[in-house]
């Protein structure tokens, strides 16, 4: 290890300019990587729903669908329009009475029951069916191609529509992602450090790493479009201070030895003993992700887990590189920090040790209780801002036909025609269900199938199913569509056992039944997998019990404030925090635990030696702190896509909660612990 570094140290120009290089290929990797817009293409494939939308797309051709609610319009019109939406690239096929009747059946000789399903007023409604899936590039191009043929008059809805918004509005902000995190972090390490150069430094270095492990995702093929927009501020976040400890460790170093090259090579040394614990705990929380059945998880996981192991190399390879090289430009730019100091919190906390153990009993109660009851929501459109097309449509949808969201019904293609009809009746008077179209309920039962061209009713009846679509006033994730879904499947099993109830609210169903179980399990993992870390590390029983405990009490804090401010957070939010802000946080717990243990053993009594390792890890606490704050905050409060601007205030939140959690509560268990931790940790006998 000493050979190499020194050899990396005094061949820096060459390592800077090969680490650099590979930034090349890593931007072209990037390009190639394909973006997933559709968080339901994440549900598990075992899943009839999913297997459902596959045998959509296999017999019918159809994959993603949209409604058109058209203001306005004569049949004629409406009519043309549906067959200029036809021609469309990727468009499989248009569902409309004008298009289907081809004007054979003027509208008035509709019975009113069933013309008040697709006619309201002077609103009509179409579907639309694309031969992809929902967040396909094709389909989002076929979306704004078919929002330039119909215009002004037309509200494109549904869930292909929403993804094409996603696309566009994260492929607007997420450069400004990056900019707000760099620049406030900035700010954060310019103020803490003795240096104005230095935390330029820093971020071109993690910059690097970062571009790296965003070009290798190209071998994953794709990666969800939070991901994409969160990786590159999450990487920054979770691996700054390890920059920061090279830092101070090569200061230490060059007070003890003359040769700068040798400084930093032991600086390499140290701060590579000292991270590779520290970055296994962050690793374990993401890799932790990975096991949750909805495989959002597993792509966040992987994708950061491989960003913190990239971020540790750049540390401990061209980070030293760069210093050495600037190493006069730094010392010209140096200043004192402007932290103030905090060595007195570690005399505050030992003088007040039972009131912090009171606050932190107290605490408890209402902190967990919050944290089992947040509230969640799983409607996609809710992420969005509401003044974007989709979201718009989707809201005259359900407020001129009472039309929350659409199920997709496949039905054996052999069931007699009689017994659909029935079904149908049955389906129609379910609570919420506004209509149910088939071929039989659109044209009437005193209206033959034979009257339609074979070329119109091969678009809804195959040689395995025919499609069926019934519409619902319930909104997504709902306990009313929950439980209307329910009774609709119910009803459908009696007269077709194979057959399926499909859509965006049956996989949203699924969803929150993945996302409940995922929860339980990731955390589980996560906190024994951290727990096994800490013990192998600290080499101790009782330290990673209170050092879990101490961390969870923080993820507890920072989830509790939505529920008693009665705020709702997207369903990815908990599962992601709970690991995220864990892993990455409880480095402060262990920074701190090691500098009192080694304390103890150099012949402290348990007040000094926690008051003293209070003072000493105050600054590098606050400091990694602030910079996950900075990194994440200023991103929450731009970003206007509920999921990614609720995910980043919470990592900031956690972040802060964290260290005052570490810096205040957590001396005063050591405090009155100490007698366990003793007799507990191996490598502390001398301390008895």
Wanted: glycine residues 6%.
């Amino acid at each position: 290890m000493k050979r190499f570094t020194i050899w990396l140290v005094r061949h820096r120009v060459l390592v800077i300019i090969l680490c650099l290089a590979l930034v090349v290929p890593s931007i072209f990797g990037m390009a190639a990587t394909k973006t997933k817009y559709d968080l339901l293409y994440y549900l598990p494939q075992d899943l009839e729903t999913v297997q459902g939308q596959e045998i959509l797309l296999e017999d019918f051709g159809k994959g993603a669908f949209s409604l058109l609610v058209t203001e306005g319009m004569s049949i004629r019109e409406q009519s043309d329009m549906e067959n200029a939406i036809k021609v469309v690239p990727h468009v499989d096929s248009v569902i409309g009475y004008a298009s289907i009747t081809k004007g054979l059946l003027p509208l008035e000789i509709i019975p009113e029951n069933i013309r008040n399903s697709f006619s309201r007023g002077d609103c009509m409604l179409t579907a639309v069916f694309f031969d992809e899936g929902s967040s396909s590039e094709a389909t989002m191009e076929a979306i704004q191609a078919v929002r330039r043929i119909v215009g002004e008059k037309c509200f494109v809805s549904g869930l292909s529509a929403v993804v094409t918004d996603t696309k566009e509005l994260v492929e607007q902000q997420e450069a400004t992602y990056v900019a707000i995190a760099v620049a406030l972090c900035a700010i954060v390490l310019m103020i803490t450090m003795d240096s104005f150069l230095l935390p330029l430094i820093f971020l071109g270095c993690i910059a690097v790493s970062v571009l790296w492990n965003m070009g290798s995702n190209f071998f994953l093929g794709e990666i969800s479009y939070i991901t994409k927009a969160v990786a590159a501020v999450l990487q920054l976040a979770v691996t700054l201070d390890y920059s920061i400890f090279l830092w101070h460790s090569y200061k230490e170093q060059k007070s003890l030895t003359a040769d700068k090259d040798e400084a930093m090579a032991k600086a390499i040394g140290v701060t590579f003993t000292s991270i590779l614990g520290s970055s296994l705990t962050t690793i374990a929380g993401f890799i932790s992700i990975c096991f949750m059945s909805f495989t959002l998880g597993k792509d966040l996981g992987i994708v950061m887990s491989k960003g913190v192991i990239l971020g540790l190399l750049g540390t401990v390879v061209l980070l030293p590189c760069v210093i050495r090289a600037m190493d006069h430009v730094i010392e010209k730019t140096s200043h004192k920090p402007l932290l103030p100091d905090v060595g007195g919190i570690g005399r505050f906390v030992t003088r007040h040790c039972k009131v912090l153990a009171v606050i932190l009993v107290l605490l408890c109660l209402p902190a967990f209780y919050g944290y089992s009851h947040v509230n969640v929501y799983y409607d996609m459109s809710r992420v969005m801002p509401p003044e974007l097309p989709s979201v718009i449509a989707n809201k005259k949808l359900a407020e001129t036909f009472d039309m929350a969201t659409t199920h997709l019904l496949l039905v054996d293609s052999d069931v007699p025609q009689a017994e659909v009809m029935r079904m149908t009746e049955e389906m129609q008077q379910v609570d919420g269900v506004t209509s149910v179209y088939g071929i039989d309920s659109l044209l009437g039962a005193d209206i033959p199938e034979s009257i339609l061209p074979p070329d119109v009713l091969s678009l809804v009846k195959g040689e395995r199913y025919q499609l069926m679509l019934i519409n619902s006033a319930y909104v997504i994730s709902s306990d009313e569509v929950n439980n209307q879904i329910d009774t609709l499947n119910g009803i459908l099993k009696r007269y077709d056992q194979g057959g399926m109830l499909i859509g965006e609210a049956p996989c949203t169903k699924d969803l929150i039944a993945c996302t409940d179980h995922d929860f339980t399990v990731v955390s589980l993992i996560s906190i024994i997998a951290i727990f096994v870390i800490i013990m192998l590390v600290q080499r101790s029983v009782s330290i990673p019990v209170i050092l879990v405990a101490v961390i969870e009490l923080a993820i507890a804090a920072n989830l509790c404030i939505p529920y008693f401010t009665r705020t709702e957070l997207p369903f990815v939010g908990p599962i992601l925090i709970s690991t995220i802000q864990l892993g990455a946080t409880v480095d402060y717990a262990i920074l701190l635990t090691t500098r009192y243990k080694q304390n103890r053993l150099s012949g402290l009594d348990k007040r000094e030696a926690v008051e003293k390792a209070v003072s000493s890890a105050a600054q590098s606490i606050l400091v990694s702190g602030m910079g996950f704050f900075a990194a994440t905050y200023g991103v929450g409060l731009y970003a206007n896509i509920d999921i990614i601007s609720s995910m980043c205030h919470l990592i900031a939140r956690g972040a802060l909660l964290s260290v005052a959690v570490v810096l205040l509560l957590l001396p005063a268990v050591l405090l009155l612990l100490d007698k366990l931790i003793v007799h507990t940790t191996f490598d502390m006998k001398a301390a008895r």
